[in-house]
């Protein structure tokens, strides 16, 4: 099972889409998908159309009362499943403060279901937007850790905070994590703004990519995350984007962008530089 965390600090940069829409790609393209989302606000686990808390145990259960992974998981899709999130989650981060061992303790759950769960090709973990507990729980549980990032003047504020909780984990925790990559989502193509923004990422990967590091091989996406409106709209009927609007230009960029995750490449749109093709905000 590849496990790979969503993670950025910061809110509204579309952790939550890019997990749910690339989970539904995955599947799409006939992986077993295990979603669990870790925020509070539970996004994720409405945008696959549970409703937080009423369809069984949750994360929370996860975390603080033991509850296997396999009890909690539900099936919301063909080949996509989900382990809920719940507002007491926010209780979480304060009553795991004092116990030991408090950031491996969904390492552990997993490990201790490793066979159960190796039917699953995908574990995504949609992270809350802090470096709390809950995050470290999905940093200490992954092996790569997947940064989306709006491509705006302050996109890389706080992006050397993020690298540097990533490589304390690695230091102390866990050997294997690393940073897979950056996928910029919400992206206007064809704005200045966009391209100083890649510019300067790719000056910054640079700078701070040294050998053995978590950051060592990790890769700016070539698919980006156009803004359209169907993506935003898609949370409230409580379906991804390949239910909710599949010829949209939301579905073809995740589906490019599992594409890219398994192969390496794009799918044909996305191959090469096409900015200048597409519009810069488009509705359809
Ligand atoms: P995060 O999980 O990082 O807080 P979200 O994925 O919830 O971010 O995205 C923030 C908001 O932006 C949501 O309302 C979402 O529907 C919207 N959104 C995300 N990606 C796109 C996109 N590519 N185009 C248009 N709206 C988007
Ligand atoms: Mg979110």
């Not at 790979?4 to 910061?10: S, T, Y």
């Not at 989970?23 to 870790?38: E, F, P, T, W």
């Not at 303790?105 to 709390?132: Q, V």
């Not at 050998?211 to 156009?226: E, G, V, Y």
Request: charged share 20%; proline share 4%; net charge negative.
């Amino acid at each position: 099972m590849r496990r790979i965390a969503v993670l950025n600090q910061k809110g509204g940069v579309g952790k939550t889409t890019t997990t749910v829409n690339l989970a539904a790609a995955l599947a799409a393209r006939g992986r077993s998908c295990l979603v669990m989302d870790l925020d509070p606000q539970a996004h994720a686990t409405l945008h696959l159309g549970l409703t937080p808390g009423r369809s069984g145990p949750t994360m929370y259960d996860i975390l603080t009362q033991n509850t296997p992974i396999t009890q909690v998981q539900r099936e919301v899709a063909p080949n996509l499943w989900m382990c809920g999130g719940h507002i007491d989650l926010a209780a979480a981060e304060v009553e795991l403060i004092g116990s030991v061992g408090r950031e491996v303790i969904l390492h552990d759950a997993i490990a201790a279901e490793a066979e159960a769960l190796a039917r699953h090709d995908y574990l995504l973990i949609d992270c809350p937007p802090s470096l709390g507990v809950l995050s470290l729980n999905a940093l200490c549980a992954v092996r790569e850790v997947l940064i989306p990032l709006q491509a705006h003047f302050l996109a890389l504020h706080g992006l050397s905070k993020l690298l540097e909780t990533v490589g304390l984990v690695r230091k102390r925790v866990n050997k294997e994590l690393t940073i897979l990559g950056v996928v910029l989502c919400m992206y206007e193509s064809g704005t200045r703004l966009s391209s100083e923004v890649i510019d300067d990422l790719e000056t910054f990967f640079q700078a701070k990519r040294q050998p053995n590091s978590a950051w060592a091989d990790a890769k700016l996406f070539q698919t980006r995350i156009r803004r359209n409106i169907r993506l935003a709209e898609s949370p409230s009927f409580g379906q991804s984007i390949f239910q909710y609007a599949a010829n949209s230009r939301g579905a073809e960029d995740y589906a490019s962008l599992a594409s890219e995750l398994e192969t390496g490449q794009p799918d044909d749109l996305w191959r090469g530089s096409n900015d200048l093709a597409q519009p810069v905000i488009d509705a359809g």
